[in-house]
């Protein structure tokens, strides 16, 4: 008897443990992206997330990390640059989504002239592979007149395409599509501004994101002008056979998220959503101001929080948490958020190194076998213009290209932070999660001298040559 009550004891303790996640989630407080965080969006793939957002240049860059509170200090790196006088500039609102066994970037760009905005088109990128960091090609564009704010969704089987347009108003419209970067047919209008509270500053319905769940799906939209502090969202379900057509669409005549002056946030909208590591829960993305007069530019960060479902099957999407609480991070991810990254070259597998943790200006960089030490550790500090410094965590130094001398074979070498073009470098993709780190002033990427394999080989520039002593795999330590 007593055996058979410690095997029906250690069956239930077992069944116990089985419901429990293996280690709680590593906690993070917001914003999530404090430079160039408007108009967010975040996907989780095979152990990370991926997080896009607007960057009003011409580059698309993503930041990559196995934690959700990792996106704040992880690298952006560059997966785009505009290729084409009609599609150059002024970047906003990129979505990664995964179809057909490739990612698909959806985004706006336009044309570099005085008056940008009229010339805004919806643009689509295709991966090479599986990778969401690309690399990337380009596919074509949506449309042929303004439209902001693409993004897609299969419903019933269909793919189709919704995004921001405008007639005296800014309206979401709707059309269906033949694969992922080909409209099969015209755009029609499936919501207006109707209600006050998607008129204050401007008649504005935009920013369109599909939510689905137990069948059902949901178009949740930005409503009222992203200048002010009443910008929030508001939700149509679909209740008809036909997404295209705004008699299948019944809107909620309240708005379901905006702003909360108790916590401090003002004109919380254009969002994104996505589902915990173990797909238990349910999160939005979405950027925000911090004082009421602040406005739609790029000082809006962007910020994460975890939602509910009510009883009746909507989403219940709560109030904006307060900027710096900490909060509990999805649930299926690691313990620990990391703030430093190593540096391995792609040719040798070894580390980007500061040559005896020197303290010295002009201490030399080198490469050399990685054994964990702290200075091989990096701080990847994005400087909100796509450069970024990297910080040795044993100097507190900065990479530096000596005497800025754009010439091949200049070294690189810590220097204190004098910033400067010779001090920032940009994160491009190349391929299989590697990338080229170039340098603001020069154009140069790091190289290892002669692709030597051994310890203490020097990391110099060098004008680029695409082989894999030039590319890099920034790797977040545990």
Not at 119 to 146: K, M
Request: net charge neutral.
């Amino acid at each position: 008897m007593a055996r058979r009550l410690l095997t029906l004891v250690a069956a239930l303790l077992l069944a116990l443990s089985l419901g429990q996640p293996s280690a709680s989630a590593a906690s993070f407080s917001n914003p999530v992206k404090s430079v160039k965080g408007a108009d967010p969006w975040i996907t989780y793939h095979n152990g990370n997330y991926y997080l896009v957002s607007t960057s009003w240049t011409d580059v698309i860059t993503i930041r990559r990390a196995p934690t959700l509170g990792g996106l704040a200090t992880a690298p952006s790196v560059q997966v785009w640059q505009g290729d084409a006088a009609s599609r150059c500039c002024n970047i906003w609102a990129p979505e990664l989504h995964h179809l057909n066994g490739r990612w698909y970037l959806y985004y706006v760009a336009g044309q570099n002239v005085s008056d940008y905005n009229p010339t805004q088109r919806s643009h689509v990128l295709e991966s090479a592979g599986s990778d969401p960091l690309g690399p990337y090609t380009y596919r074509g564009q949506l449309n042929s007149s303004w439209m902001l704010d693409p993004t897609v969704a299969t419903i019933n089987g269909q793919l189709y395409l919704f995004g921001s347009t405008h007639s005296g108003t800014q309206n979401i419209v709707a059309a269906r599509m033949s694969n992922p970067y080909t409209v099969s047919s015209s755009f029609t209008t499936v919501s207006t501004p109707t209600h006050d509270w998607e008129r204050s500053g401007g008649t504005v319905n935009e920013g369109p994101e599909i939510l689905q769940r137990g069948g059902r799906t949901f178009l949740v939209y930005s409503a009222s002008g992203c200048w002010t502090p009443d910008y929030k969202l508001g939700q149509l379900e679909l209740t008809g056979s036909n997404p295209t057509s705004a008699s299948s669409w019944v809107k909620k005549p309240t708005p379901v998220f905006q702003r909360s002056e108790a916590n401090g946030v003002y004109g919380p909208g254009h969002n994104g959503f996505f589902t915990s590591p173990d797909g238990s829960e349910s999160w939005i993305v979405y950027h925000a101001n911090d004082n009421a007069g602040e406005g739609c530019d790029n000082g809006r960060t962007a910020r994460a929080q975890k939602f509910t479902w009510n009883s009746d099957g909507t989403p219940n999407f709560g109030t904006p948490v307060r900027l710096g609480s900490s909060l509990a991070g999805p649930s299926g991810e690691p313990s620990a958020t990391s703030t430093t990254y190593t540096v391995v070259n792609r040719n040798s597998g070894k580390c980007l190194d500061l040559a005896g943790g020197s303290g010295a200006d002009g201490a030399n960089v080198q490469q050399y076998a990685c054994n964990g030490g702290t200075n091989q550790r990096w701080r990847l500090e994005d400087l909100g213009d796509d450069t970024h410094r990297l910080v040795n965590v044993a100097s507190g130094k900065v990479l530096d290209t000596a005497d800025c001398d754009p010439a091949d074979g200049t070294t690189l070498r810590q220097w204190s932070w004098l910033n400067n073009t010779c001090q920032r470098f940009r994160f491009l993709v190349t391929d299989s999660g590697h990338v080229r780190i170039v340098n603001q002033a020069t154009g140069k990427v790091a190289d290892v001298a002669n692709c030597s394999t051994a310890d203490a080989t020097d990391v110099r520039q060098w004008t680029w040559l695409n082989n894999a002593c030039q590319q890099w795999r920034l790797t977040p330590v545990q």
